[in-house]
């Protein structure tokens, strides 16, 4: 770990100010007022704080190197299960306050056994999804990535293309009564998790699984497209809807 001194006494060797001192591959030291950044690419991961405690961010990026960035500079001891980070049996959440001793300070009310019971949900039914989207997807124009403000939802009046692959899904879904109102929210899901995650080219996924689509490839390789597509956002899904940013229609967290 860094404490606030230490971080001090590196930034007064630093050459220039406003780029930082190097901590090490794409980590810089930097300055916020009185708290010093370790800033990992573009990410404040941790906010070395005067007072002795420490402000944790992913960046939405729970990746083995933030995870270790986290753990190097911060008291904390961040552990992964099942795909979910957690401190000791604290779900962690970003933007998380903890104490000079690793303890998180004024923690989620929901449990780490929520978070593990609601990624296994997201990832039952993510899975299911794929594998209707596959079926649906096979010899069908999926259309090109469009960027949609704020967060708006995917829907055949504004993305006319996806008509006849939405109507398919729409059948499917309601066929096996997964869910009763359709597969909104879990276009919803992918859409908003790919949005948010902040991973840049989002048209090299969609490219990807549209040439499998168009060319009617095996419906494993247009699964193995959308799996790449679900497996590091599936993480970010639970945390949306944690925070309240999504619903799953079913799954209430208090």
């Not at 008291?75 to 979910?84: K, V």
Request: net charge positive.
């Amino acid at each position: 770990m860094m404490t606030h001194a230490e971080a001090a006494a590196k930034f007064k060797r630093c050459r220039n100010k406003e780029v930082g001192y190097r901590l090490g591959k794409a980590t810089l030291l930097q300055k916020r007022g009185r708290a010093f950044a370790i800033k990992f690419h573009d990410t404040d991961v941790v906010m070395i704080r005067p007072d002795g405690t420490y402000r944790l961010h992913s960046g939405s990026w729970n990746t083995v190197t933030t995870k270790d960035r986290i753990n190097r500079f911060s008291p904390c001891c961040l552990s992964q299960t099942h795909g979910m980070w957690h401190i000791y049996s604290v779900p962690f959440t970003d933007g998380m306050l903890i104490d000079s001793g690793g303890k998180p300070i004024d923690p989620p009310t929901y449990t780490i056994d929520d978070v593990w019971k609601l990624k296994r949900r997201v990832d039952r039914l993510f899975n299911k999804f794929v594998k209707i989207v596959a079926k649906a997807a096979r010899y069908q124009d999926i259309g090109k990535w469009q960027p949609h403000g704020g967060r708006k939802v995917p829907q055949p009046t504004t993305k006319p293309h996806l008509t006849k692959l939405w109507n398919a899904i729409l059948v499917e879904t309601s066929k096996k009564g997964e869910w009763a109102n359709g597969p909104g929210h879990l276009f919803q899901w992918i859409h908003l998790a790919v949005r948010n995650v902040g991973w840049g080219n989002k048209q090299q996924v969609i490219d990807l699984i549209q040439s499998d689509a168009m060319n009617g490839n095996d419906s494993h390789f247009l699964l193995d497209s959308l799996r790449v597509l679900g497996r590091r956002r599936k993480p970010h899904i639970v945390n949306m809807i944690l925070a309240g940013e999504l619903s799953d229609g079913t799954v209430r967290v208090s």
